[in-house]
Each structure stands twice: as C-alpha cells, then as structure tokens.
C-alpha cells in the first residue's frame, strides 16, 4: 500500500512495484487523478486498486486498509508517502491552521495507516513499512517550520515504531529519497507564494534544479525496492539516505551489533541560513559521530600574507577598529560620531581630487543633494555612460563629500563621469529614505542618459542600497540599468552567514557581527523587519536583475553576504561576478586609491562595466 500514490515519488513507487510482481493499493485525497493513474499503471483490477482518501482521516485509514485487503491480499508493505511542504513561511506569518494541517498530514498520517496496517502484520509476524521522511528532519530550515516538525516527529516515530515491532518481524524505515522533480518539490521552485514568503526557500530549491543537483527519481526508487525486498533488514529503526550504501551500512552494523546503531541519535546542530540544506552523511556517521554542534576553535594567530602590497600589508595588520564596539542607539549620536569622522576625511578629498585630475562639484536631482564627479579626460567609449554612486557607512556615516571618496576613486582610475548621491541620513530621515533619494536620482537621470548606458554601484551600506534599489525599481517599473556594482554589500542584516562567526574579530574594520554597524543599521531601520528584503536585500526576487560584479576579501566579515548574494543571482539566472581578494577586511581594496589592489578592484569594476553598457 502506498498513500500519496496519484503522482510524483508515490506513482513512481508503484510503477516499480507492480513492474516487480507486486499487486499494490494507492491512495490519495483527490479520486479523479488517483483513478486516472491507477488506470494507466495497469488494466488489471486484481493488479491495483486506487482507494481515494484523506492520509489525515482518522476513521478512513481502516477503511482503506480493509478494502485493500479485500482485493489484493494482506498488506505486506506500507509505504507513507503523502507528504506536504506549503505552510512556508517565519513562525509569525504563517497561518496556523495551514501549519498544523501541514504537521498532520506529515505525521499523522503515517501513524493512521502503519497503526491500521499493523494487526495484520503482527498476526503474520512479518511485514515492512517505509516512511517517507526527509533531511529537513535532521535540522532546522528557518520559514520551513511545519515541514521539519514533521519530518523530525517522523523520524522518532519511526525509530519508536521499529523497537516496538522488531520481536514480531516487522522492519520499519525512514527514509530520504532525495530532492526528487516531484510536485511538491517543484512548488517550492516556482511558487510566487513561496518567493514571497520564504525567499530563501526557493533560492535554494532554484540553485539546486539549475546545477543539475536534483535527485533522479530511479535512485529514489532503488532504495524503496531494496528495502522492500528485505536487502536491509538488519538496519530496521534507522534513518536512511538516497546517498547511503547500503551494502555498506549492513555490514558494518553486521559486524559490530550495538543498542546504539539500533536507534537514530537526532543531533542538536546550528539553525541554518534561510533555504540551507546539509548534505546527507553516511548513517554510520550519523549515529557514531560528535552531534553538529557548533565548532570550538582554539586560540591562533593569523600572520599578514607576504604576496600583498606594503601598503595593503599595513592595512590588514592594523589593530581592531576602535570604535566598534560604539553602540548609539539614536539618529543624533551617530550624527555627532559622524560628523567627527568627516572632520577627518573631508580635509583630504582636495589632494585625492588633485592626484586623480577630477573636478567635484556639489549639485541637487530632483531635491536630492548629489556630487557630481567629473575627470579631466573621458575616453570616447564613456563619454555616453553614467555612473550612479551609493556611498557605504552603515547607513548613518559619511553624509556630505566624505561620502563621495569612492566615486572620486572610480573617476579618476577609470575616467567615467559619476554621480555620487548624498541620500538623507538618520536622525533627518530613516528607512527606505536612502533608496528613495537614490532611485530619484536614478529616475532624474535617464532624462538624460539611457539607462543602458548606466551603472549603479557602491560598496558596504552601499552594496545593499544598490541591491534594494534595483529590487524597488523592479516593483515600480522603472528601466534598470546595464549593470551593477554590489562591494561586500550588507545583504543580510539578520547576522546569517559563516563568516559573520569566522570572522568575528579578524575583519579590523567591521570587527564584529555586533557591532558598530549592526547597532548602526538598527537605527536605520526604525523598527521595521530586518528581514525586509528592501533592508536584507539577499532574500529579494532578484530574477531580471541587471548583470552583476560582487567584491569581497577572505578576511571580511561581510564575505558571506556577498557570496549568498552571489549564488542569489546565479539561482535567477542573472550573469555575476565574485571578486575575492586576498587577507582583506571588510572594503580595503577602496582605503587608498594609491595602491595596487585599490587598481585592480576598481579595474575589474570599469571592465565588467565595459563589458555591459552601452556606448
């Protein structure tokens, strides 16, 4: 008997076992498409038999049980396949009718049919029962809340069920048939629903489709006939992969019988990242293995890499910032650290501006300040481009021409004409002001440049500006440009990544995951959800997104935001460039315009830029 059996893994189950010589029940909610497979699975009436039913009924599932007893012959194997993932979505937004419902049919119903199947079984004294179960068992996937409690209550279900029943000859196995094409899968990749609420979710599932990582459903089904035909008796009450050699696994637990190999150990493991799913280990590993737990790492040094420049060597061996740990809490005390800044920075843009042989001259758009930066020679190829600059700063930092450097650096080394926009900061204005000034300014523009001959670009609060405008220019209509620039962008605002832990206190400019800039970017977001993707862009739909180039550093505390978003793209189909550079800390390829990694950065940037725009 196979519930779920009308289509994806549970038709294909079926196909198997009757092409094997078995006679096999199916049964689903919807009658119309469980009676339209059984029909072209097979003519015979006395081959199958669809019985239409809810998995979640308590007083069907004897029903239905009975009635395939009546036709075929006891039931010798139960396969619990119905299955559900829809009810996506944070814990705070889902419906929770639709997130219980999605618990039942996930758990409830494998314990109606195996408690329905099990009298006859146990008067045999033989049978097997496979449940369908999944990875997502074994972990937490935040927005997918429903679908791992009930993948993970299965599991434990499952090893009850086996230690209850071994003595009477019954086998039971949960199992994950990997991430198969099915229907439930492939709403998961193409649901504007799920886009909406669990982004990451389908990022993951449309990275996964697009490498060609999917799950054949013959593996799937290789495993089911395996079990079903008694290849892995011995491992009953164990959790078992599509990935498993199960050759393997019955000789080791042959070999060395233990109370331990008997049973699944659930690991307490780190919540991962939105859409993340770990790879399946070998059970052996599962069950012998130390838990997942987070890992301790000892003290260390790290030395300053030798195949840097000087200058960059001096960068990246300074000391710890020292003010990260400075954590205002309002808009005006990070406009007093603010303006202490620029009293440092502002006196030194007339001798950059000098060396760089470019003129900046302060300007408004449309009501929005901007500095316009101008070099003194425009090679032909740019003279029809535009450049829009987002300075970075954690959103509060660098108002004014202090926030203007690396639109200074961009038109000097690379002779295009670029507009550096001077978006309204706290305490005068808070989220989304900055995207709004800069998509003003974007919009003022193109009445005098085509769009395609544009660039968007900016580094740190920068990089995430320049994600989230293209996000709102996206749902406003207004033409993108030809390419975009996102420099190690704060995409992710919620502190999820690995590097935000690895690290932690080896970035010297950032620091620390909570620190100044974390303290920072929660002022600016005056209490709206920092999972907004208009905040933590890289849980946006970035389907359509202009062509992209991405910089980090190996030491850069944001060096995991950069490459989610990265992969983010990649998963749209968006064209994307990842520029990893070596020993640097958050942003230091734009520190000094002098150095030659500041040329290379930067060169890379004017390529893939020449690359994508218009002339």
Known sequence: MITGGSRGLGRAFAQALLA???????????????????????????QVVAIPADATDPGAAPKVVATAEERLGPITLLINNAGQSRAVGPIRAVDPIAWWNEVEVNLRGPFLYAHAVLPSMLT??????????????????????????????????????????????????????????????????????????APGVQQ???????????????RSVELVLRLAGGDADALSGHYLSVD???????????????????????????????????????????????????REVPAKSIPVPTDVSPGMQRFIAAPLNPVWHDLWKTGEEWRKAADKMDAAIVPTIPAMAERLHVKIVPSTMDGVKVFIVTPDEIPPENRNRLLIHIHGGCYVLFPGEAGATEAITMAGLEHFKVISVDYRMPP????????????????AAQRTTDPKNMAIFGTSAGG?????????????????PGAISAGTPMSDATKTGDSFYTNELVDNVLVSRDGFCDAATVVYANGHDLQDPLISPVYGDMHGFPPAILTTGTRDLLLSNTVRVHRALRAAGVEAQLEVYEGQSHAQYLFDDRLPETVVAFGEIAEFFDKHLGK
């Open 244 to 294: 498993d050699d199960l050759d393997a696994l019955v000789k080791q637990f042959v070999a060395e019988p233990s109370a331990d190999q008997r049973t699944l150990r659930l690991q307490a493991i780190a919540p991962l990242s939105a859409g993340a799913m770990l790879a399946a280990a070998p059970l052996g590993a599962r069950a012998d293995d130390a838990a997942l737990a987070p």
């Open 464 to 480: 995430a500006l320049t994600l989230a405008v293209i996000l709102r220019a996206k749902e406003q209509g207004v033409a993108l």
């Open 20 to 46: 094997a010589g078995a006679r096999v029940a199916i049964t689903a909610r919807s009658a119309p498409e469980l009676h339209e497979t059984a029909a072209q699975l097979s003519s015979a009436a006395d």
């Open 124 to 197: 045999r004294r033989s049978g097997r029962i496979i449940n369908v179960a999944s990875i997502a068992g074994l972990q937490a996937i935040p927005t997918m809340s429903a679908y791992v409690v009930g993948k993970t209550a299965l599991l434990r279900f499952s090893e009850n069920l086996a230690l209850e029943t071994v003595q009477h000859g019954i086998r039971v196995f949960s199992i994950h048939p990997g991430v198969v094409r099915t229907p439930m899968n492939d709403y998961l990749h193409d649901s504007a629903e799920v886009a909406k609420s």
């Open 204 to 218: 993951w599932y449309q990275a996964l489709y697009a490498e060609g990582r999917d799950t054949p459903i013959d």
């Open 428 to 443: 005068e204005a808070y989220f989304p002001a900055a995207i709004d000034d800069v998509l003003t300014v974007y919009k």
